[in-house]
């Protein structure tokens, strides 16, 4: 029988992981400031499924929902402090955790300030490794839409594999958009953890 690696893991908030420039550890509200200091940028939030945050209280709203999770135990979700200069410069965390398929998606975002660092994909081959050491995945997925280059960069380069396109996939921002979609397996060969 599968070993299930779930609720208490993340219960409370996920663990703290460290990567070279990144200290990946649970949000907390005093993040709130830091945090829309970004997602208020509309180049951020333009390939992503919210809209930019116009007040505090639409940033206060996101964590109250991420504190939430937390409480329940649901998928790992982490604030990425960028060690250079201590601040919470993005969030990547793991959604639709089905766990009867030890399956999760993967989704991240990050400061405009801080882009073409590489430190996304750094992120993410921590988030794998985790995923498949801690939370027993099988598969991890991510998806973006078609157009997002950058984000479709960072999946390749955390060594994840393009499956397709899927045409008209998600209705968002008043449109029908095509998505990529890039996963990788816990036994695929290249793996970041076996590299
Ligand atoms: C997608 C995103 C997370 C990439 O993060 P990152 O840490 O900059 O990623 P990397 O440094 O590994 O760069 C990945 C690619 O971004 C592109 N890129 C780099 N600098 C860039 C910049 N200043 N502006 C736009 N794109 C840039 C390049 O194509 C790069 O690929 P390369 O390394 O082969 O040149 C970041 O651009 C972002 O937060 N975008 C908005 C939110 C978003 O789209 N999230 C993903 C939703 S699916």
Redesign the pocket.
């Known amino acids: 029988m599968r070993r299930r690696a779930g609720k208490e893991l993340s219960a409370g908030g996920p663990p703290r992981l460290e990567t070279g420039r990144l200290l990946l550890r649970a949000l907390t509200p005093d993040d709130a400031a830091a945090i829309f200091a970004?997602a208020s940028d509309p180049?951020?939030?333009?390939?992503?499924v919210w809209e930019a945050h116009r007040s505090m209280e639409d940033t206060e709203a996101f964590l109250d929902l991420t504190m939430s999770h937390y409480e329940s135990g649901d998928a790992p979700d982490w604030g990425m402090v960028y060690k250079g200069d201590g601040r919470l410069v993005?969030t990547c965390g793991f959604v639709a955790w089905e766990r009867g398929h030890a399956r999760a998606e993967a989704?991240?975002?990050?400061?405009?300030g801080?882009?073409?660092?590489?430190?996304?994909?750094?992120?993410l081959r921590a988030m794998i490794s985790f995923g498949f050491e801690r939370m027993d995945l099988n598969r991890i997925e991510?998806?973006?839409?078609a157009e997002?280059?950058?984000?479709a960069?960072?999946m390749?380069?955390a060594g994840m594999s393009y499956e397709g396109t899927m045409r008209g996939r998600e209705f968002l921002k008043g449109e029908y958009r095509d998505m990529k979609l890039y996963a990788i397996l816990k036994d695929d060969p290249l793996r970041p953890s076996s590299r």
Not at 43 to 48: K, L, N, P, T
Not at 107 to 112: C, E, N
């Open positions: 970004y180049e951020v939030a333009r390939y992503m993005g989704g991240y975002v990050l400061h405009r801080y882009w073409g660092m590489g430190l996304t994909s750094e992120a991510a998806r973006c839409i997002n280059s950058a984000s960069r960072v390749e380069k």
